[in-house]
């Protein structure tokens, strides 16, 4: 059983398009994150929602736009896609929005833009 | 602006010998610091975590040691085994702070030889 399961594992799309990637825990945890690995291998949070709230948004343009519809959901959409949107994209959640909570990952998906 | 830095792009070790992996931090604020580890095609994995009122942690072979006069800290891994062989992300953050996140450092991939 994946705990956080992203969807999907690779998209390659052509500049301009929108596109969503999903992800869901089944961990029952109440906060889940958007992050962004760049070419130069940082993980970078983009949002955090703590039950369906958002409490997290670092300067993230506002083409993409988080959506969660349950607690157990945060999907991320993108619109307009440029070239330096390609990246891996984690998803993961913790227990609550605290430091102290173990965060766990989904396995990544891989966006290339050509 | 790097906050962490992990300045080893890579460590090349022998089967059974000490890994020392090194993370370097800037915001003297950070109070709480955690060890990922990420395989290939997976989503990063917690590996263990330090809070500033200690200077060290140890479970079973990974032992973090944290200098908080030189803003520095190490992972120990005792022996090194094969299935170690991955890349290593340091994070850091302030704890309690509520929609506060960790700041990630870029990674150093170690590779142990059998």
């Known amino acids: 059983d994946t705990a956080v399961s992203q969807t999907p594992k690779y998209l390659v799309t052509q500049m301009g398009n929108d596109k969503s990637i999903k992800c869901e825990q089944n961990l029952g945890h109440d906060t889940m994150y958007w992050y962004k690995q760049d070419s130069k291998k940082f993980l970078k949070i983009m949002f955090s929602?703590?039950?369906?709230?958002?409490?997290i948004n670092e300067t993230v343009p506002n083409r993409f736009s988080p959506k969660s519809p349950d607690k157990a959901h945060l999907n991320l959409h993108i619109n307009s896609l440029e070239l330096g949107d390609s990246a891996v994209y984690f998803c993961?959640?913790?227990?609550?929005?605290?430091?102290?909570?173990?965060?766990?990952f989904g396995p990544g998906t891989r966006l290339t833009v050509l | 602006d790097q906050q962490v830095k992990q300045n080893s792009p890579s460590l090349s070790v022998q089967e059974g010998r000490i890994s020392i992996l090194n993370c370097d931090y800037t915001n003297s604020m950070f109070d709480y610091f955690l060890w990922y580890k990420k395989y290939p095609a997976e989503g990063p994995t917690f590996l263990i975590s330090?809070?500033?009122?200690?200077d060290k942690n140890e479970d079973g072979r990974f032992t973090v040691f944290l200098n908080k006069s030189a803003k520095h800290l190490s992972l120990h891994i005792v022996p090194s085994q094969p299935g170690d062989s991955a890349v290593y992300f340091c994070a850091a953050g302030r704890i309690g702070n509520y929609g506060q996140n960790f700041v990630f450092g870029p990674g150093t991939r170690l590779s142990v030889l059998p």
């Open positions: 929602y703590n039950n369906k709230e958002l409490i």
């Open positions: 330090i809070s500033s009122i200690k």
């Open positions: 993961a959640s913790s227990p609550r929005g605290r430091l102290d909570n173990e965060q766990f």
